[in-house]
């Protein structure tokens, strides 16, 4: 199956500044697995975000040797302060923000091996914050396709399974 032009656009994004473009691992409903030098990654569009949007938000699992990661560019620029909070299944994680970027660095709750470990068992997730005008916002993704793209591009870096 090609990969969707907009899905390996979204993978350029986050690719790390280097000579060649990420390469395209597999496409699994919509999520995309890359490689980029010695870091996979998983990504996928959101598929709905409430109210109008500033950005293009994208989720990302990021898979390089050490440890996973998970990052979401948000549609909207966060008000500094205000709490994100990523809803994934039944389970809630509090995410650190800044600007229009979220990440699962919160170790109380498991950090990212949790979140990628709810990803694997959930159909969506969501996450919402308040924008700098203190509007709420939401950003939801679907999480079918998102287990096989996270194991293919740890399979395409070479890294440990999952246990």
Known sequence: MPIPKRLFAVAVLIATPALAAPAAISVHDGWGAFRDGQRCYAISEAVSSSGKTELEPFASVSLAPGAPAVQLRLS???RTGSAVTLDVGERR?????EGATATSRDVTTGGSAAVI???RASDTMTV???DRRNRFFRDSYSLIGAPTAIDSAIIACGLSPRK
């Open 117 to 119: 470990a709810a990803m």
């Open 76 to 78: 909207r620029v966060v």
């Open 93 to 97: 994680f509090r995410l650190s923000a």
């Open 128 to 130: 919402g914050g308040r």
